[in-house]
């Protein structure tokens, strides 16, 4: 983690530890990309503003010299233009402060799994296939709208918790502007009628005032 405020720092290293992730802190861009350099880690979150070096200038390094460690920028600005032009020079998610810890493992994950592949996601006798987007429950076929599966898929990936609509819609609608949040609750009701069939329990479930959660008990 590459972040100037050490406060903040700290704090994500003990929390991801406690994770047991093995994490390493460096507080200026110079010592950042010089750590890059020498440990190789699996995944880089970055601050944008740094001192002595930039978090673009040091993605911009690490890009140009063929490294594609997966890295996730932090930025305190909540700015389109900021996030577009980290996405552009090659970052591979962005999370803007103040952020949830919770959510910032979640995108930790979601990258390190993007990097060992596909995978078969099981919640019950839900099964997600990653590689094929084949979506089985037992020995029932699941036909979904890219959309739907999507959605689905992002659930598995967090069985158990608690999405609440805005994460959904950022997450799974992404840069998608000006969608109404009650889009959600329609693409569930879709997910429902198909995921959950007469006489099997169910699967998705809704936490009244908080959101939604794919889980089999």
């Known amino acids: 983690m590459v972040e100037d ?3 903040i720092a700290r704090f994500v290293e003990m929390e991801l530890e406690h994770r ?13 990309l010089e750590a890059a350099f020498e440990y190789r880690p ?30 996730l920028m932090l930025t305190a600005r909540d700015s389109t233009l900021d996030k ?33 592949g596909d995978e078969i996601l099981r919640v019950g006798d839900l ?22 599966y999507e959605l689905l898929e ?19 609608w992404e840069q998608e502007f000006g969608i109404p949040t009650n889009v959600v609750d329609v693409y569930v009701g879709y997910l429902r009628k198909k995921v959950d069939a007469d006489g099997e329990p169910k699967l998705i479930h ?7 959660a794919l889980k089999d008990r």
Not at 96 to 111: G, N, S, V, W, Y
Not at 154 to 172: I, T
């Open 42 to 71: 699996e995944l880089i979150v970055l601050d944008i503003m740094l001192p002595k070096v930039d978090g673009v200038s040091i993605l911009n390094r690490l890009r140009q010299k063929g490294d594609r460690v997966p890295v």
């Open 20 to 32: 047991n992730f093995s994490v390493r802190c460096a507080f200026d861009g110079l010592a950042g």
């Open 154 to 172: 992002f659930m598995a990936r967090n069985p158990r918790r608690v999405l609440s609509r805005d994460f959904l819609l950022s997450r799974v």
């Open 84 to 116: 577009v032009h980290s996405l552009n020079h090659g970052a591979d998610d962005y999370l803007t402060k103040p952020f949830d810890i919770e959510e910032l493992t979640a995108r930790i994950q979601a990258l390190l799994r993007r990097v060992e």
């Open 5 to 7: 405020d050490k406060s």
């Open 206 to 212: 809704t936490v009244r005032g908080a959101g939604y």
């Open 127 to 148: 099964e997600v296939d990653t590689a094929t987007r084949e979506v089985r429950r037992g020995k029932r076929e699941i036909d979904l709208t890219p959309r739907e």
